[in-house]
């Protein structure tokens, strides 16, 4: 079954939508949106680090996309505003990783394909990576629920109850950064974050809880993977910018359905 | 028996001292209001006891196991996120069915448990986030500027509430606020902070002492009194507070 390659295609494109489209939801209510932009941006600077030292790209851009997240952790706390953090980090290492793709001797890589993704060429052991990081996530995510939701609510009420903010904070930034690796080949640098913000803003609406939201965001997630793939197929489109497209008339018919219920 | 105590504390962001040489008890079963003015540094102070700041000095003693329940001065939940006020209540851990209800019931918000958090009225919220922190029946409760953005008659009612909780559990309350009539009316002790700790005592000796006249001018002394009998009028007072 593994052998065809749309197999394989979309089950990458699943499991990647199912943990960022949950781990989205968290990135939605801390209003982190930026935040994953400029990581999933340092995502190329790791893609020249691992063909210059030649090991996996999943790892190399899982590593930098660390990085970059703890440095604007650490960095955020300063006297500069967190927008303008994010701004020189999410270009400087976006820019940065360009030339540094550019300088790499001998191999031509295709960027496009990290910038935009290339779901249709996962192989048997990227799916083997993408899903244990998946699983990795989803995990941590069930495991630190409640504790990620207080401390999103509250760092005082958190700290007041036993839990530690700061470590829930550093949770989140792991996962953030393991969903920008695993989701590089999906769909690329450039549309990670709307992987992750899109599917939970359109199951807003149709939720009255944290778990809802959650699990509606997945079903939106997966939905759009499924049919961006189907859709690419279809026109002889690109896979990534498909899935992100269909992810967005999800929410279009989200926010419209909202609209006609509450003026019904 | 003291439940929380702190020796010699000093806090400071930067260079600047919020905080220096701050020693206080709580004792179990009485009321603590700290009172100061703006950047007195009351809620570092309160920040500092639940463990969420680190002192730069001086220590805080715990008795072991003891059990805080703790109201922040303010929450903000952001529109994206959904939240029932039943749900909040099973964070971080599940409770069950009849302990949110006596919780909610205690507090007089039980109608409004599967109403969103954000479309509460203020007063209603202060009282979710009561029931929320008396759900662990804890020995010393702490509430921060609890009746931010209520109206005198609403914070006056709050204040009642929390003498109704504490008669009920039996447990601690240390306090902070800057609406001095009506707190101190329900306070056993005062703490009169400015950086430093001015003054302390029953409500009667701290407003009649210097320091704290000095800080809230004399205006509030007649206040306090009038306070202490009638809550529910509406009065328009001003805090002469100087400022450090």
Same mark, same amino acid.
Not at chain 1, 75 to 94: E, F, K, M
Not at chain 1, 190 to 201: E, F, K, S
Not at chain 2, 189 to 210: M, W
């Given at each position: 079954m593994l052998d065809d390659f749309l197999v394989r295609a979309a089950l990458a494109a699943v499991g990647t939508a199912l943990a960022a489209s949950i781990l989205g939801c968290f990135v939605v209510w801390r209003r982190m949106a930026y935040f994953g932009d400029a990581t999933a941006h340092a995502a190329i600077l790791g893609v020249a680090l691992a063909l210059a030292l030649n090991v996996?790209?999943?790892? =190399?851009? $899982?590593?930098?996309?660390?990085?970059?997240?703890? &440095?604007?952790?650490?960095? *955020?706390?300063?006297?500069?505003?967190?927008?303008?953090?994010? =701004?020189?980090?999410?270009?400087?290492?976006?820019?940065? =990783?360009?030339?540094?793709?550019?300088?790499?001797?001998?191999?031509? @890589?295709?960027? !496009?394909?990290?910038?935009? $993704?290339?779901?249709? %060429?996962? %192989?048997? $052991?990227?799916?083997?990576v993408i899903w244990a990081g998946v699983l990795v996530v989803l995990a941590l995510l069930w495991w630190h629920w409640s504790a990620l939701l207080l401390a999103t609510l509250n760092p005082d009420l958190a700290t007041a109850s036993g839990v530690d903010p700061q470590r829930e904070n550093l949770i989140l930034t792991l996962m953030l950064a393991g969903v920008v690796a695993v989701a590089i080949k999906v769909v690329g640098a450039? &549309?990670? %974050?709307?992987?992750?913000? @899109?599917?939970?803003?359109a199951a807003r609406r149709a939720s009255n809880g944290p778990e809802r939201m959650a699990a509606v965001a997945a079903l939106i997630g997966v939905t759009a993977a499924l049919g961006g793939i189907a859709l690419s197929l279809q026109l002889d489109t690109p896979t990534g910018p498909s899935i992100v497209c269909v992810a967005v008339a999800l929410f279009a018919c989200a926010s419209l359905g909202g609209r006609f219920i509450r003026s019904a | 028996m003291t439940l929380l105590s702190a020796e010699n504390l000093r806090v400071s962001y930067g260079t600047t001292a919020i905080l220096q040489d701050? *020693?206080? *008890?709580?004792?179990? #079963?009485?009321?603590?209001?700290?009172?100061?003015?703006? #950047?007195? #540094?009351?809620?570092?102070?309160?920040r500092s006891l639940i463990g969420a700041l680190r002192p730069d000095s001086g220590r805080i003693l715990r008795e072991a196991g003891l059990r805080i329940g703790y109201v922040p001065q303010k929450?903000?939940?952001?529109?994206t996120l959904p939240l029932t006020a039943r749900r909040f209540l099973d964070l971080p851990r599940r409770v069950s069915r009849a302990q949110a209800e006596t919780a909610l019931t205690r507090t007089g918000v039980a109608h409004v448990a599967n109403r969103q958090m954000a479309d509460l009225s203020g007063g209603q919220f202060q009282r979710v986030l009561l029931a929320r922190a008396i759900l662990n029946a804890p020995q010393l409760l702490i509430l921060d500027e609890a009746t931010q953005g209520l109206d005198?008659? =609403?914070?006056?009612?709050?204040?009642?509430?929390?003498?109704?909780?504490?008669?009920d559990l039996g447990c601690a309350v240390l306090m902070v606020s800057h609406?001095?009539?009506?707190?101190?009316?329900?306070?056993?002790?005062?703490? /009169?902070?400015?950086?430093? @700790? /001015? /003054?302390? +005592?029953?409500? !009667?000796?701290? *407003?009649?002492?210097?320091?704290?006249?000095? &800080?809230? +001018?004399t205006g509030t002394g007649g206040a306090l009194a009038l306070y202490r009998h009638d809550h529910d009028h509406h009065h328009h007072h001003h805090h002469h507070g100087t400022t450090d």
């Open positions: 996996s790209v999943i790892a =190399g851009v $899982g590593f930098v996309a660390l990085i970059v997240a703890l &440095l604007i952790h650490r960095l *955020s706390d300063r006297q500069q505003g967190t927008d303008t953090i994010l =701004g020189v980090l999410a270009h400087g290492a976006l820019a940065l =990783g360009l030339v540094a793709v550019a300088l790499l001797p001998g191999a031509r @890589i295709d960027l !496009e394909a990290y910038l935009f $993704g290339d779901v249709l %060429t996962v %192989t048997r $052991g990227d799916l083997a450039l &549309l990670i %974050t709307a992987l992750l913000v @899109i599917p939970a803003a | 701050v *020693s206080l *008890s709580i004792a179990a #079963g009485e009321i603590v209001t700290i009172v100061g003015p703006n #950047g007195s #540094g009351k809620s570092t102070l309160l929450l903000s939940i952001d529109a005198q008659p =609403g914070a006056a009612q709050f204040y009642r509430l929390i003498e109704d909780v504490r008669a609406e001095l009539h009506v707190v101190m009316s329900a306070s056993d002790r005062v703490i /009169c902070l400015n950086g430093h @700790i /001015c /003054c302390e +005592g029953t409500p !009667e000796v701290v *407003s009649a002492a210097p320091a704290y006249r000095e &800080l809230f +001018g």
